[in-house]
């Protein structure tokens, strides 16, 4: 393969810069505590997850400190009302971000496009030569796509990136499938609470945590079963190391 410039390649082959730009197209997805799945279902069983454990720890921990019931209501709508803003702001603030990176990966491409024409016409050839196409298929191909600037640019962010536009919801979207997620979760375990104090918020809460987590495996495809399993033995064994821990304090 002939060897690529290297003010735009760094003197690497246009395959070597295709899968340096597919990291950096998967980077622009990710947030710094891990990848979080885009859109508003996601975020919804995400929150569902996160509000109904730290209820349940909450309680639990209500319980051992001897605390009055009578404030269990009253620190609940505390609690849930700041928890609330709190998981809406942040999945916004993580959705804005993800959309800014892509933003900048789409007007760098653009301009590599517009600027760096023939290398882009190898990336591109070394992208379908990767596929299969050879000889004067894969020059068809290539002269088709470099003929329509937009056409060429949605295939790079496709193929040279790996992203995949349609995934990406906006960000207030996604911070409504949050609220849906907490006020859900709270609105359950209240009504346990309320019905039995004794073992409702827990009933509630396992079912909260079973039902996002399975939502969560069958969105991403995987088996729901393994998901939900792993999801609730988390759950338990944080909510365990609460009670035994406050245990220990109050010897």
Same mark, same amino acid.
């Given at each position: ?6 003010? %735009?390649?760094?003197? =690497? ?10 990291? =950096? ?37 209500? %319980? ?38 892509? %933003? ?16 882009? =016409? ?130």
């Amino acid at each position: 393969m002939e060897k690529s410039l290297p003010g %735009h390649f760094e003197g =690497k082959e246009a395959l070597d810069h295709v899968i340096e730009a597919r990291q =950096k197209g998967k980077e622009a997805s990710e947030e710094m505590h891990g990848t979080e799945l885009p859109g508003h279902y996601c975020a919804a069983a995400d929150a569902a997850k996160e509000t109904a454990f730290l209820l349940v720890a909450l309680w639990i921990l209500f %319980h051992e400190f001897n605390i009055p019931l009578s404030l269990d209501h009253l620190f609940l709508i505390a609690f849930t009302s700041g928890w609330l803003i709190w998981k809406v702001g942040r999945s916004a603030i993580l959705g804005w971000n993800r959309l800014e990176r892509l %933003h900048r990966l789409i007007e760098e491409e653009r301009w590599e496009i517009e600027h760096h024409r023939s290398q882009e =016409k190898e990336e591109l050839k070394a992208l379908y030569a990767a596929k299969g196409f050879e000889g004067k298929l894969l020059d068809e191909v290539t002269d088709v796509l470099m003929a329509d600037d937009n056409r060429l640019l949605q295939v790079m962010l496709q193929e040279e990136l790996g992203l995949q536009l349609e995934s990406y919801e906006h960000p207030l979207k996604q911070a409504a499938g949050a609220a849906v997620g907490v006020i859900a979760a709270v609105g359950l375990i209240a009504i346990g609470l309320y019905f039995l104090p004794v073992w409702g918020p827990l009933a509630c809460a396992s079912i909260v945590i079973a039902l996002a987590a399975g939502t969560s495996a069958h969105l991403e495809k995987n088996r729901p079963a393994p998901a939900v399993i792993w999801n609730l033995a988390v759950a338990a064994l944080a909510s365990g190391v609460a009670y035994f821990t406050a245990q220990l304090l109050l010897r």
